[in-house]
């Protein structure tokens, strides 16, 4: 019995371990009545059904997949076994299998046929333990949604000499848990395909079916047959090797054509649609009436010597926009300019043509690629901030901020201060806001930017809307003295930006700061 009870605990254990995707109701449990015989298998009469005897088995199975169960039956009966001086002696026998069910499963039959096999374990009244084999085949008849009457036939081998035995059994199955809708199911499917399409993509940035590693142009769709490289013209040479790409050609000219078949490329061939010779870059043995080097049938001008580069005619010194200037020396042959802007317009006189004068209509210099610099400070007009007052390039064109202004704004940070917890201005905090005030008048083309910080204490929300209300409290005392509110703006950071730890007193003081800075208009 305890070799019974060992190989109870390791089936039920086998069975929950188990996590597999259910399709359907994942859980059953089955009730039959057994016909066991011991008999005909070891010696007895196969056709004496009396050596048949009855038992019982309880089971309950998990659906691994649509088509695959795991059953656990628990058995247990009276048999003829062992023969002696009277025939065949009866025992109790009890046992416990691990079975492996394959289903011939539609959802739309009645009928389910299915192959089983599995291992057991057998324990006899007499102490008498074996190890069985058992294979068969059974069928489920469907009486309801989740009920079936099976029946299942089996031959079990014997580790043990004289135990083989045939069974049979019939009985209910009820099936239970939360079922798996078909649709739920397609979803899962579909989920696991498009994981896979996923992977793919991941690894074939092109999306043309072939991996990066393995794809030449791993950025461009192509064929498997050009490893992953695009063919526009079909003409079974990549793109990349094709001299011609977007004309069908041949491979032993890089695939361009050769239109005339004289053994020249069209992408070098001088008369394509005529046979000719290499010498003669593909073109037919010609005269050269003029002897300019141009023969005849390329010539525009066979009567007259001229140059290749004007297809055999003479050079004339054209003017075609009629402003004085040659073309070959007008830098914008088709429009009327000045010799000054070399041929082309020049809007406003200042010497630099409309095509480079990025102020076409304003004098300018020709340094400043035609833009005036009203202050002279080196920035032109449509970059500098502060056009009529001499500045820097770092200030965008305006005056540089003095040391002593830059000071008071740096002491701000520390001198500007409010009730703990709250967003009222404490009054050691006037002084200081008054002079940034005065430097704000100092710098008209300037704006003040207000930006309210705090340390970590207390939630990230109430932080946020404490250091708004800081930098606010700022800007509309400020207003209150006369600023104009279009030369200042706020801001408020909470926790987000600290400029020292906050696992101390000193850093926390340190991050709750309103900070005050000029920026060019």
């Not at 005849?296 to 926009?321: I, Q, R």
């Not at 740096?410 to 905090?429: C, H, I, N, W, Y």
């Amino acid at each position: 019995m305890r070799n019974l009870f060992l190989a109870l605990i390791l089936g039920f254990s086998l069975l929950t371990a188990i996590n597999a995707q259910n399709p359907g109701y994942p859980y059953g449990l089955s009730f039959k009545a057994l016909f066991m015989d011991y008999q005909s298998q070891n010696g007895g009469d196969i056709s004496n059904f009396k050596s048949y005897h009855h038992g019982f088995e309880i089971g309950i199975q998990k659906s691994l997949q649509e088509n695959i169960n795991l059953v656990v039956p628990i058995k247990a009966g009276i048999v003829s076994t062992d023969s002696n001086e009277k025939g065949f002696s009866h025992r109790k026998v009890y046992g416990i299998d691990a079975q492996v069910q394959y289903l011939f499963y539609k959802p739309e039959t009645v009928v389910t046929p299915y192959l089983m096999a599995g291992v057991g374990g057998v324990q006899e009244d007499e102490g008498k333990f074996n190890i069985q084999v058992p294979f068969g085949a059974g069928v489920y008849f469907k009486i309801r949604e989740n009920a079936y009457i099976n029946w299942q036939s089996e031959y079990r081998y014997s580790l043990e000499d004289d135990r083989n035995n045939l069974h049979h059994g019939i009985g209910f199955v009820y099936l239970f848990g939360n079922p798996v809708p078909v649709e739920e199911k397609e979803m899962e499917k579909e989920e696991e395909m498009d994981e896979k399409e996923e992977d793919l993509l991941l690894n074939d940035s092109d999306g043309d079916g072939l991996e990066d590693d393995i794809d030449l142009c791993p950025q461009l769709a192509g064929s498997k047959e050009l490893k992953g490289c695009p063919d526009t013209d079909s003409d079974g040479i990549a793109d990349y090797r094709d001299d011609c790409p977007s004309v069908f050609g041949l491979a032993i000219f890089k695939g361009c054509p050769d239109t005339d078949e004289d053994g020249i490329s069209d992408s070098i061939d001088e008369c394509p649609n005529m046979k000719g010779t290499k010498e003669n870059n593909g073109c037919p043995e010609s005269k050269d009436r003029d002897m300019d080097g141009v023969a005849d049938h390329l010539d525009h001008c066979p009567d007259m010597k001229g140059s290749a580069d004007n297809n055999g005619c003479p050079k004339v010194l054209e003017d075609k926009d009629g402003d004085g200037i040659a073309d070959d020396e007008d830098k914008c042959p088709n429009i009327k300019g000045t010799r000054n802007a070399m041929g082309c317009p020049d809007a406003d006189g200042d010497g630099v043509s409309d095509l480079d004068d990025k102020c076409p209509n304003i004098p300018g210099l020709s340094v400043m690629n035609g833009c005036p610099d009203s202050d002279g400070d080196g920035i032109d007009d449509s970059r500098d901030k502060c056009p009529n007052t001499k500045g820097s390039v770092g200030s965008n064109g305006c005056p540089e901020i003095a040391k002593e202004d830059l000071s008071v704004l740096e002491l701000a940070m520390r001198a500007v201060s409010f009730d703990t917890g709250k967003a009222t201005l404490r009054p050691q905090s006037f002084p200081i806001l008054n002079q940034i005030g005065d430097i704000l008048i100092k710098y008209p083309n300037y704006n003040l930017l207000i930006e309210g910080h705090t340390d970590n204490v207390g939630s990230a929300v109430n932080n946020q809307l404490l250091s708004e209300r800081r930098a606010e409290a700022c800007y509309q005392y400020l207003l209150q003295k006369g600023i104009n509110a279009e030369s200042m703006s706020f801001i408020g950071y909470g926790e987000s930006q600290p400029i020292n730890s906050n696992e101390s007193l000193r850093g926390r003081s340190l991050n709750r700061r309103v900070e005050f800075s000029l920026r060019p208009k």
